[in-house]
């Protein structure tokens, strides 16, 4: 090891390629993701209304971050919008962890069944939306199938101001669960044969197999599952809007739909803003926590 | 060593090749995107400098309008040959774009005024949003046009024009004016012995409705639809109360308090409500669970009158909509002879020029023959035109048709032929959030959740805070 | 090993399925049933493009119309210019295939190595910068439409589709897939590429990349799905009807006097092909899995 004039220290070499993979997509996401983000948040201290054009508008401090919390609409779509984060992601995972690993070992046909599971994503949201209207109207089959299990006087589910939400959170979880699948799937691919095997030897059960290794084997992929889910069920909007626009009432709406329609149907930008930015303080906190969670129970 | 810092320099540059090649491949991706626009464009946007010998260089106008469905996408295609042929040796041509119109178009619409140049004119729905684009800066002060040309809006469109303008400035041009109305199957009037209503108040109109409805299940014909699904949950009942109230009918004189404790309002939700529950129309949760529409029910005979006249356009389409009973159309019932001054109704297309626009005097020429000539093109699909320079009995044949779809008659008095006491909103700042309370607060009752009264004074309640709020 | 009679049929259900046939048997059909009812909408989907205007919203649903109205597909894709309308469908689906197309390669090859760079090169700052990332994720992307806007009419990119592109191709949640997939290969085996005296660039092209397949193709077609559906960015930042796409051209059967399902669907219909291509195309990446790369030991 001569020449060592122009040696950088290590670390700092490192540094250098890290930054260089990282130049391109860096770039990009500075320029179209975090400076509007940085606008957005400048937004939520003023009172600005878009029309008026950029740099139109007053300064109030805090003052839209004070009011939501006396504004029913805010308050009634924070609530929603946790029960439904808190339905839909454990639900999904679980059966999309679950589903995968028993097509993976057991089904006949797994090409077309998995193909099949992933078509609700396919589909547009539309189409999702109003096949679920009709599955869910009184000559639907889900109406149906309750009245044949003895229910005398089934819901209006949609229309109704208790069951509006559990319908909705049912439909996403069903549309979402093809798409963990598959996520699922390319994970288990690389799933190492030789432990199983050697477990088989050892005669260990089918569920030990499962709790001891796949589970730990998987859980990079359910961390970015967990994750990623929680972050799109807390930012729900288009279902909710094509499905139910928000009601009955206020029952299904949404924290996403109130910032739109303060956004763009009062115009009210600024409060807009706030609001968005909570909500980011929410999934933020909530992310935090699994990343920190993340050395126990994540297995790399 | 020496060899490991030269891999990293390279693996840098190559980063750094990666970068342009990245943006090479968007680059290349834009040149094709701009090709087409320019292909396309074949006319160009050439600026126009008096361009009146030959030959003219071509002036595209870009005209954004409300109207995505087929025929009045025709109908206005109609009206925009019409305009580049009389403005032929000038090489006007318009390109229409649409968009549609409800929150998610609007926003298309404004970010769009905002920045880049893809509008000249464009159409705005209602006072409130106009007087929004205005403030903005997004819509022209068309006062100098006016001057410079002599041209005197309300000698063409009247008065109300006055409730259009901002400060006294206009910053549109009213193309089009509409009476709302009921829109009646006249053959199930006629086969039941009733007249068409010349005014009825609400308990005629009760009355008509148990009339009209009869069977049961599948065959069940019902009196009334109220359009509760199609984006307004009260339904519509402002159409009624405004009658009485005019168009500010949410607020007491003053614009400081809501005026849900008024008896009127008691007796207009009373009215439906009782239509619901007596079956003579769909509940409101039959609406909203079977995605019920004018045309799945007025159109198909399901139910003998409906309250949204826009279903006009569809009672034409007998390709899409076959169906054979005659229309007639009846103004909305009142609450009682007294209260019955105003029609509601008014100015429909509101067209405006975006100040940022390079064509600025082509898009005033587009926008006075529309006003003035072309707007007899729109009466194809139910637009009456707002000025008086057109023949009261052209407007009617073209509205009417020739295929015997309507009631003359009664098309001619509720519809077509205009009148005064237009109820027109002025109190517009907090209207958006007041209109969301009250249709939640209707939305309770049709479903039971919440009696009349109780419906009325949340809504009154709920509504002056909002008021109160700054 | 027990030899036990047992009838003909039995063994050879267990030869061709193997010992634990009952179990594979009662799976397949428990969800075979559930996939079947995730094919529901676009069952619907394809019915509904085949009927009658007044059909498609008719209740009970019927699955299978009494006749076949292909006039819609006519309609929509203006065929033998008959329609009586130009939904200029046919060039909303070739610019949605282009952006699309564009879109998935730029974001699968940005995120493999942003994800590679976060996974296994220890620069100084990497916690600190993807937790960055997440964040951005987690901003509804309503509320950045507006200052995006701006930026692009700054940068003049407006009536282009560059304002779809470019953020496009620089995905975060592709980040944050593939840095997951890096992880879960050892680091014994960048270890090796490097002693052997590889740069970390070709480390990732040539050792890593080829272990990362199946995830890539995963990434593929969630790129490809979000991007083809998209329907907010490309309302607000392609304002002309030449420039748009497929979710935009479906708005053109909405308008203020209701929905026209029928054509809509014919639509939807048309433009699910490009998706099942490219799901069929990432799923054989997806099954040949990472057994290309060079492990040892």
Known sequence: ?300 | MKKRMVCSLISVLLAGAMLTGCGGSSASGDGSSSAVKESSDAGGTAKTAAAEENPPEEVTIHFWSGLSDASSQEAQQRLIDAFEEKYKDKGYKVEAESFVNDSNGNLKLEANLLGGDEIDVYVSYSSSTLFKRAEGNLALDLTDLCQRDGFDIESYAGDMMEYFRKDGKAYCLPVSLSKFCMVLNKDMFDAAGIEIPESWTYDEFLEVCKKLTHGEGEDKVYGMFWNTNGGDKSAYAHYMSAKAFGGDYYYKEGGTETNFDDPIWQKTIELINTTMQEGYTPTHADTVTEKLTQESMFLTGRAAMCNGSWVFQSIKDTQTYPHDFVTAFAPFPAVDEEHNTYIRGGYQDLLSINPRSEHIDEAWEFMKFYMNEGALYMADIGRIPASNTYDNEEIAARVLGSDGLFDEQSAASALIDPSGNYAVSTILEKTPQITDVFQEEMEAVWTGNKTVEEGLASAKKRGDEILAKE | MNRTKRTGFDTALKRRFGRDYKAKIVFTVLIGAIALTMTVPILWMLSASMKKALDVTKLPIDWIPDYFYPDNYVEVWNIGGKARRNYHFALAYFNSLKVTLTCVAGAVLTSTMTGYAFAKIKFRGRNVLFLLYLATMMIPSQITIIPKFVIFDALKLVGSHKTLILPGIFSITGTFLMRQCFMQIPDEIRESARVDGASEFRTWLQVMVPMAKSSMASLAIIIFLWTWNDYLNPLVFLPNWRLQTIPLALNSFVSEAGTEYHLMMAAASSALIPMFVMFIIGQKQLIKGITAGAVKG
């Not at chain 1, 008026?52 to 805010?74: A, C, H, P, Q, S």
Request: proline share 4%; hydrophobic share 50%; aromatic share 16%.
């Open chain 1, 1 to 300: 090891m001569k020449n060592r004039r122009f040696r950088l220290s290590r670390q700092l070499r490192t540094d250098i390629t890290g930054y260089a993979f990282l130049l391109p997509n860096f770039a990009g996401c500075l320029t179209f993701t975090i400076i509007p983000i940085l606008c957005s948040l400048v937004f939520s201290f003023t009172d600005w209304e878009y029309t008026r054009g950029f740099g139109n508008w007053n300064f109030v401090g805090l003052k839209n971050y004070i009011d939501m919390w006396t504004d029913e609409w805010f308050l009634a779509s924070l609530k929603n919008t946790l029960l439904y984060t808190a339905s839909v992601v454990p639900v999904t995972i679980l059966l999309a962890l679950i589903l995968s690993v028993l097509i993976d070992k057991y089904c006949i046909g797994k090409l077309p069944m998995r193909l099949a599971m992933l078509m609700p994503y396919f589909s547009s949201t539309v189409a999702v939306a109003i096949v679920w209207v009709m599955m869910y109207s009184s000559f639907g089959p889900v109406t149906q199938l309750v009245k044949w299990i003895g229910v005398e006087n089934p819901p209006k589910w949609l229309a109704d101001y208790h069951w509006a939400l559990p319908a909705v959170i049912l439909v996403t979880i069903w549309s979402t669960v093809g798409f963990a699948m598959m996520i699922y799937t390319s994970a288990i691919q690389g799933l190492p044969t030789e432990l199983y095997e050697a477990a088989d030897i050892d005669g260990a059960s089918e569920l030990d197999k499962f709790f001891k290794l796949t589970v730990p084997f998987l859980s990079p992929t359910t961390f970015y599952l967990l994750i990623t889910n929680i972050i799109s069920s807390f930012q729900v909007f288009t279902t909710i809007q094509v499905m139910t626009g928000g009601g009955p009432g206020n029952s299904t709406s949404v924290m996403v739909s109130y910032i739109y329609r303060s956004a763009f149907g009062y115009y009210k930008m600024g409060y807009a803003s706030a609001m968005a930015w909570i909500l980011f303080l929410m999934i933020f906190l909530v992310t935090l926590i699994q990343w920190n969670g993340q050395k126990r129970w994540v297995g790399y």
